[in-house]
């Protein structure tokens, strides 16, 4: 078991290595991408927690990705606060709101559960564009530009600064998985009565995977807002939320790389298929459904099947 | 010590358990339990020593498996009270019942399927991991790493005393009925009880599968822990258990030694049949 996560540590830093040195060889476009793949991977390796994980039902993760993403902008741009103060305080609102969301959303199972998340994604989304003096309405806002020791930061720093929430998202869902923690959230997952009859307190574990998944959402956010430049509700609507629960199934629910590996698949499709660019929802429904139908266990789930039954 | 040592005068057996110095373990205390106008247990009274294996029949819908149920806390009790070790346990949650000391399996087993054989017996641990928290284990600090490897051994201990350590790496969803059984008997093993609960363990085995079961509940009494078994097989129960219990459409009929319940008219009557 050791060596098999020495070889997971490897892997991990010589990945994050090429990705460090990146910005030295290839063009804006590329980094470009590989910024939006690393926020969407930190939303949905939070997702896999939850969904993956605990068995849980969430396509609500836009409202977190909205709370991370307008908060900061709000205090910069209305308070005049630092990035790097204000980011950390949208971590924690994303926190509080999670935890207070979890009483009336843990309550629900299945379907009911989807639709209450749907429910907290377009009331965070309609209130943020129903205070058009603070949030710039349905017209957006513009995100300010970071300053740092009088210079003013660009698209390389936002790289590194995602680079970095990447691999503590990584590692921290790395552990959670590996750990007991993470047999308590498959129990869950699996059977909920036989997991509570062996001494796990079954709410209190949701609630972790919840706010786990909140909070990583939230982060992912305000990531997103500062290397964008620019936000507007629209771009937090169900498309997002259903975008990143389509990451999940492609990479593979319940499995580590999963979510990274789907991330990257969702987001470079679109570029690939830029010359049919009217057709990418079309293509992207395709994508899902030759997954669910060929791979059910998404591209990792499946490829680490066949590596264990050979 | 043989069962008919304990029990030497099986009319009174509480006193018997005290003069004895057997500990009473469980104590169920007029117990009732209503499902809307439904009265599945009436007033019912149990008691676990300490150390042996207390026997539970009775007929298809007698209201054995809502008993276990009330004591491991899937639902309370409408009437009466629970103890266990002298504290009152019957408005806990199940997680809570784990906790304390009482771990159970299931009628229809209920492994987690999606997780190895070793990996459901692990999550077995939960009650004792107590280093298992979520920011030790994010830092992955050193602690938790031991924890998790002292865990792991454990697991591989239970699953040696059911004898089914061969399985350790299968998928629990694809296991034989009978294995499925023996491997949720370990993991009920690995919370470390005082009490288990075995409700119907030997439902759809086949013979060879029954002498394992009869096996791993010898060893589990053997060091130490007290079980309740609930049971359809009378083979079975008149081997193995030190003292039964009968239950029939929500009332206790009748307790006493395996031989007693046997020749009783009641029981005969209610569940037994004339062959017997």
Same mark, same amino acid.
């Given at each position: 078991?050791?060596?098999?996560?020495?070889? @997971? &540590?490897?892997?991990?830093?010589?990945?994050?290595?090429?990705?460090?040195?990146?910005?030295?060889?290839?063009?804006?476009?590329?980094?470009?991408?590989?910024?939006?793949?690393?926020?969407?991977?930190?939303? $949905?390796?939070?997702?896999?927690? &939850?969904?993956?994980?605990?068995?849980?039902?969430?396509?609500?993760?836009?409202?977190?990705?909205?709370?991370?993403?307008?908060?900061?902008?709000?205090?910069?741009?209305?308070?005049?606060?630092?990035?790097?103060?204000?980011?950390?305080?949208?971590? *924690?609102?994303?926190?509080?709101?999670?935890?207070?969301?979890?009483?009336?959303?843990?309550?629900?199972?299945?379907?009911?559960?989807?639709?209450?998340?749907?429910?907290? $994604?377009?009331?965070?989304?309609?209130?943020?564009?129903?205070?058009?003096?603070?949030?710039?309405?349905? =017209?957006?806002?513009?995100?300010?530009?970071?300053?740092?020791?009088?210079?003013?930061?660009?698209?390389?720093?936002?790289?590194?600064?995602?680079?970095?929430?990447?691999?503590?998202? *990584?590692?921290?869902?790395? &552990?959670?998985?590996?750990?007991? /923690?993470?047999?308590?959230?498959?129990?869950?997952? =699996?059977?909920?009565?036989?997991?509570?009859?062996?001494?796990? =307190?079954?709410?209190?574990?949701?609630?972790?995977?919840? +706010?786990?998944?909140?909070?990583?959402?939230?982060?992912?956010?305000?990531?997103?807002?500062? #290397?964008?430049?620019?936000?507007?509700?629209?771009?937090?609507?169900?498309?997002?939320?259903?975008?990143?629960?389509?990451?999940?199934?492609?990479?593979?629910?319940?499995?580590?790389?999963?979510?990274?590996?789907?991330?990257?698949?969702?987001?470079?499709?679109?570029?690939?298929?830029?010359?049919?660019?009217?057709?990418?929802?079309?293509? #992207?429904?395709?994508?899902?459904?030759?997954?669910?139908?060929?791979?059910?266990?998404?591209?990792?789930?499946?490829?680490?099947?066949?590596?264990?039954?050979? | 010590?043989?069962?008919?040592?304990?029990?030497?005068?099986?009319?009174?057996?509480?006193? +018997?358990?005290?003069?004895?110095?057997?500990?009473?373990?469980?104590?169920?205390?007029?117990?009732?339990?209503?499902?809307?106008?439904?009265?599945?247990?009436? #007033?019912? @009274?149990?008691?676990?020593?300490?150390?042996?294996?207390?026997?539970?029949?009775?007929?298809?819908?007698?209201?054995?498996?809502?008993? /276990?149920?009330?004591?491991?806390?899937?639902?309370?009790?409408?009437?009466?009270?629970?103890?266990?070790?002298?504290?009152?346990?019957?408005? *806990?949650?199940?997680?809570?019942?784990?906790?304390?000391?009482?771990?159970?399996?299931?009628? +229809?087993?209920?492994?987690?399927?999606?997780?190895?054989?070793?990996?459901?017996?692990?999550?077995?641990?939960?009650?004792?991991?107590?280093?298992?928290? *979520?920011?030790?284990?994010?830092?992955?600090?050193?602690?938790?790493?031991?924890?998790?490897? @002292?865990?792991?051994?454990?697991?591989?201990?239970?699953?040696?005393?059911?004898?089914?350590?061969?399985? $350790?790496?299968?998928?629990?969803?694809?296991?034989?009925?009978? #294995?499925?059984?023996?491997?949720?008997?370990?993991?009920?093993?690995?919370?470390?009880?005082?009490?288990?609960?075995?409700?119907?363990?030997?439902?759809?085995?086949?013979?060879?599968?029954?002498?394992?079961?009869?096996?791993?509940?010898?060893?589990?009494? =053997?060091?130490?822990?007290?079980? +309740?078994?609930?049971?359809?097989?009378?083979?079975?129960?008149?081997?193995?258990?030190?003292?039964?219990?009968?239950?029939?459409?929500?009332?206790?009929?009748?307790?006493?030694?395996?031989?007693?319940?046997?020749?009783?008219?009641?029981?005969?009557?209610?569940?037994?049949?004339?062959?017997?």
């Amino acid at each position: 078991m050791v060596s098999r996560v020495k070889r @997971d &540590f490897i892997v991990l830093f010589v990945v994050l290595g090429l990705a460090a040195v990146l910005p030295l060889m290839v063009r804006e476009i590329y980094l470009y991408l590989v910024r939006l793949i690393g926020i969407y991977a930190i939303m $949905a390796l939070g997702l896999n927690i &939850f969904m993956g994980y605990c068995g849980q039902v969430n396509i609500g993760v836009a409202g977190f990705f909205c709370i991370g993403a307008y908060i900061p902008t709000v205090l910069q741009d209305k308070l005049g606060w630092h990035y790097l103060i204000a980011f950390p305080i949208s971590a *924690f609102v994303s926190l509080f709101v999670g935890w207070g969301m979890s009483w009336p959303l843990l309550r629900l199972r299945g379907h009911s559960m989807a639709i209450g998340t749907i429910a907290f $994604a377009m009331a965070v989304y309609l209130l943020f564009e129903r205070f058009p003096t603070i949030t710039g309405g349905s =017209d957006g806002t513009v995100v300010p530009a970071m300053t740092l020791f009088g210079q003013t930061m660009g698209n390389i720093f936002y790289y590194y600064l995602i680079l970095v929430f990447f691999a503590v998202a *990584f590692l921290i869902c790395y &552990f959670l998985a590996n750990s007991q /923690i993470g047999l308590a959230l498959r129990a869950v997952r =699996d059977n909920e009565e036989a997991a509570a009859a062996m001494g796990v =307190d079954i709410n209190h574990y949701k609630r972790l995977a919840w +706010l786990v998944n909140g909070v990583l959402a939230g982060i992912a956010g305000s990531l997103y807002a500062q #290397q964008a430049g620019f936000i507007s509700p629209d771009t937090f609507a169900l498309s997002t939320n259903v975008l990143v629960l389509v990451m999940l199934c492609v990479g593979g629910p319940g499995t580590i790389l999963g979510p990274v590996v789907g991330a990257a698949i969702m987001t470079i499709l679109p570029y690939l298929l830029v010359k049919i660019q009217q057709y990418t929802l079309l293509m #992207q429904g395709l994508v899902l459904f030759a997954v669910l139908r060929f791979l059910p266990d998404g591209v990792v789930g499946t490829i680490s099947k066949r590596f264990r039954s050979t | 010590m043989a069962w008919w040592e304990l029990f030497p005068n099986a009319s009174d057996p509480l006193n +018997l358990a005290i003069l004895k110095g057997r500990a009473f373990m469980l104590n169920v205390k007029e117990i009732s339990k209503d499902f809307g106008g439904l009265r599945a247990l009436h #007033q019912v @009274d149990l008691v676990v020593r300490a150390g042996t294996i207390t026997a539970l029949i009775g007929p298809n819908g007698a209201g054995k498996t809502t008993l /276990i149920n009330l004591i491991s806390g899937v639902y309370g009790p409408s009437e009466g009270t629970i103890s266990f070790e002298e504290k009152r346990i019957d408005r *806990f949650p199940p997680h809570k019942v784990a906790e304390i000391g009482i771990a159970r399996t299931f009628q +229809l087993t209920k492994l987690f399927e999606g997780m190895s054989v070793l990996e459901n017996v692990m999550v077995g641990a939960h009650p004792w991991a107590r280093n298992s928290r *979520f920011f030790p284990t994010v830092l992955h600090l050193p602690k938790v790493r031991c924890e998790r490897d @002292d865990i792991c051994e454990y697991a591989m201990k239970m699953l040696k005393l059911i004898r089914v350590e061969h399985l $350790a790496n299968a998928p629990a969803g694809n296991l034989p009925h009978g #294995q499925q059984r023996l491997v949720e008997l370990a993991r009920a093993l690995t919370t470390k009880p005082k009490l288990i609960l075995v409700d119907e363990p030997a439902a759809g085995l086949n013979p060879h599968e029954e002498g394992m079961l009869q096996e791993a509940l010898k060893s589990i009494v =053997d060091t130490g822990i007290t079980i +309740l078994l609930v049971e359809h097989h009378m083979r079975l129960v008149m081997r193995i258990s030190h003292w039964v219990y009968v239950l029939d459409v929500g009332k206790m009929i009748a307790h006493g030694t395996p031989e007693e319940i046997g020749k009783n008219p009641l029981v005969v009557k209610a569940y037994l049949g004339k062959e017997y």
